[in-house]
């Protein structure tokens, strides 16, 4: 998609010399400041830490307006997807810019089972971790490793991607699941075909040789209803890595990896974890919701509510809405007391009527209600990540997809400013102090 036209510019005055920027708006009407000439039109860079105010690229698959709680997928309400879509039809919408038909969806479908299998030998991978091994790792890696045994994007990056991406989304809930069985010592359960993507998932988590599992249509809802609220949101932390690693001319597979990675943090999607731990020592602590909540506002304590905050939103997130009354719904429907849920929503209270958090506009984020429905579902907080990802992946591909599409894209290389040493006289070993 290439850059809109300017329609506007600014003027910014440097040294005595005017320069005139030009203003791209967006189809939104969001307004850029366009600087990419800057540094060879002035000698000067701009300094902007965390890219808080940075648009990396144009992007025409997701909307996010951080004032008003938007968020849209091509243009759909997230509202709107997560009521009526498949996670599937979602990925399909995220990978094309539209919706599929009928057809386009039993197509979508099939490659997904066909490739559903993961290669015996990469099986033999799981053996090789430590029992304890971090699950976010042993995704990164076996993804990673994909490009070994599937090599075909290498050839042709573009004409191959939808081939690639069925087989990425459909084996990494293959290789989530595996190795979850591996790590309790259970016998892996392989993909069917007579099940839907998340109903899959459930059976390859839950069944056992001596006790088949029944996938829960309730069940098999809310996990479709969570992976569409994950599936993509713009230029987030690991978008942006998988969109760093893949504009070197990066592979796929080590591109969605490097997201994986990144996702894995606890200021990121690592949150949904760190969630569960803050709201399980609360309740340790029998309550004592105050204690966390002066260390969250302590300037010497590192400490942060989990769940909490958003580099774009300014309001609620419109995912953790939806995530909520989710939430109330799974429990009250498979009659899961879960004495975590009234904790995390005291918090919340507490949070939204604190002077010192309203004034940072902190709100519930996506993760913050996210891991008490997969408790409910009996995903263990470990695998909550793995989750995220597996939900993430289809707007990590059409991101990939998308950049490489874009003439305009140029390899990600910030520029710093260097405040560092001046130039030093080098000091032989027998002089240094
Ligand atoms: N708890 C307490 N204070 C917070 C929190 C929080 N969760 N989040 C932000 N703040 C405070 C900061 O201390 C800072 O206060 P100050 O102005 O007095 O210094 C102010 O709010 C702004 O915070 P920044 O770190 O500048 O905001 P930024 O946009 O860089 O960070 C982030 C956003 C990382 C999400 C942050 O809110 C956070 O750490 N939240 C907790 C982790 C979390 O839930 N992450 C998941 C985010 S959603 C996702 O990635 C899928």
């Given at each position: 998609m290439p850059t809109p036209p300017s329609t506007a510019s600014a003027q910014l005055i440097l040294d005595g010399t005017s320069y005139e920027l030009p203003i791209i708006v967006g189809s939104e009407g969001e307004r850029s400041i366009d600087i990419r000439n800057l540094f060879n039109t002035t000698g000067y860079t701009v300094l902007d830490n965390g890219f808080k105010?940075?648009?990396a690229c144009t992007s025409t698959i997701t909307y996010v307006d951080g004032e008003r709680g938007v968020l849209r997928y091509c243009g759909y309400a997230i509202e709107d997807l997560a009521e009526h879509c498949s996670f599937v039809e979602v990925a399909y919408l995220l990978l094309h810019n539209k919706l599929p038909n009928q057809q386009e969806l039993d197509d979508f479908y099939s490659l997904l089972g066909e490739f559903a299998l993961l290669h015996e030998d990469m099986i033999h991978f799981f053996d090789h971790f430590p029992a304890a091994a971090a699950p976010m790792s042993i995704l990164s890696v076996m993804v990673n490793s994909l490009v070994n045994f599937y090599p075909e994007m290498s050839d042709n990056p573009r004409e191959n991607l939808d081939t690639t991406a069925c087989r990425l989304i459909s084996k990494i809930r293959t290789i989530a699941a595996f190795s979850y069985k591996m790590s309790i010592g259970e016998p892996l359960v392989y993909p069917r075909h007579d099940l839907s993507y998340c109903g899959n998932f459930l059976n390859m988590m839950f069944d056992r040789p001596v006790r088949p599992y029944t996938v829960q249509p309730e069940m098999e809802r809310a996990l479709n209803k969570l992976l569409i609220l994950h599936a993509d949101h713009e230029q987030n932390c690991s978008t942006s890595a998988v969109r760093l690693v893949g504009s070197s001319g990066g592979d796929l597979y080590s591109s969605i990896s490097a997201g994986i990675n990144a996702l894995a943090g606890p200021l990121h999607g690592g949150a949904n974890e760190a969630v569960i731990r803050m709201l399980e020592a609360i309740h340790a602590d029998n309550n004592d919701y105050m204690k966390y909540v002066n260390k969250a506002k302590d300037k010497n304590d590192p400490f942060r509510l989990s769940g909490f905050g958003h580099?774009?939103?300014?309001?609620?997130d419109p995912r953790g809405t939806i995530i909520r009354e989710t939430c109330d719904e799974i429990l009250r429907i498979l009659d899961v007391q879960d004495p975590l849920l009234e904790i995390a929503k005291d918090l919340e209270e507490i949070v939204l009527n604190d002077e010192h958090f309203a004034r940072r506009n902190l709100y519930p984020n996506v993760d913050f209600y996210s891991g008490i429905i997969y408790r409910a579902l009996g995903i263990p907080t470990t695998m909550f990540t793995v989750m995220f990802a597996l939900g993430r992946l289809p707007g990590w591909i059409a991101q990939w997809k998308e950049m490489h599409g874009d003439k305009e894209i140029k390899i990600y290389r910030p520029r710093q400013l260097y405040t560092g040493s001046p130039a030093r006289a080098f000091v032989p070993m027998e002089e240094r102090t």
């Amino acid at each position: 998609m290439p850059t809109p036209p300017s329609t506007a510019s600014a003027q910014l005055i440097l040294d005595g010399t005017s320069y005139e920027l030009p203003i791209i708006v967006g189809s939104e009407g969001e307004r850029s400041i366009d600087i990419r000439n800057l540094f060879n039109t002035t000698g000067y860079t701009v300094l902007d830490n965390g890219f808080k105010n940075s648009a990396a690229c144009t992007s025409t698959i997701t909307y996010v307006d951080g004032e008003r709680g938007v968020l849209r997928y091509c243009g759909y309400a997230i509202e709107d997807l997560a009521e009526h879509c498949s996670f599937v039809e979602v990925a399909y919408l995220l990978l094309h810019n539209k919706l599929p038909n009928q057809q386009e969806l039993d197509d979508f479908y099939s490659l997904l089972g066909e490739f559903a299998l993961l290669h015996e030998d990469m099986i033999h991978f799981f053996d090789h971790f430590p029992a304890a091994a971090a699950p976010m790792s042993i995704l990164s890696v076996m993804v990673n490793s994909l490009v070994n045994f599937y090599p075909e994007m290498s050839d042709n990056p573009r004409e191959n991607l939808d081939t690639t991406a069925c087989r990425l989304i459909s084996k990494i809930r293959t290789i989530a699941a595996f190795s979850y069985k591996m790590s309790i010592g259970e016998p892996l359960v392989y993909p069917r075909h007579d099940l839907s993507y998340c109903g899959n998932f459930l059976n390859m988590m839950f069944d056992r040789p001596v006790r088949p599992y029944t996938v829960q249509p309730e069940m098999e809802r809310a996990l479709n209803k969570l992976l569409i609220l994950h599936a993509d949101h713009e230029q987030n932390c690991s978008t942006s890595a998988v969109r760093l690693v893949g504009s070197s001319g990066g592979d796929l597979y080590s591109s969605i990896s490097a997201g994986i990675n990144a996702l894995a943090g606890p200021l990121h999607g690592g949150a949904n974890e760190a969630v569960i731990r803050m709201l399980e020592a609360i309740h340790a602590d029998n309550n004592d919701y105050m204690k966390y909540v002066n260390k969250a506002k302590d300037k010497n304590d590192p400490f942060r509510l989990s769940g909490f905050g958003h580099r774009i939103y300014r309001t609620y997130d419109p995912r953790g809405t939806i995530i909520r009354e989710t939430c109330d719904e799974i429990l009250r429907i498979l009659d899961v007391q879960d004495p975590l849920l009234e904790i995390a929503k005291d918090l919340e209270e507490i949070v939204l009527n604190d002077e010192h958090f309203a004034r940072r506009n902190l709100y519930p984020n996506v993760d913050f209600y996210s891991g008490i429905i997969y408790r409910a579902l009996g995903i263990p907080t470990t695998m909550f990540t793995v989750m995220f990802a597996l939900g993430r992946l289809p707007g990590w591909i059409a991101q990939w997809k998308e950049m490489h599409g874009d003439k305009e894209i140029k390899i990600y290389r910030p520029r710093q400013l260097y405040t560092g040493s001046p130039a030093r006289a080098f000091v032989p070993m027998e002089e240094r102090t």
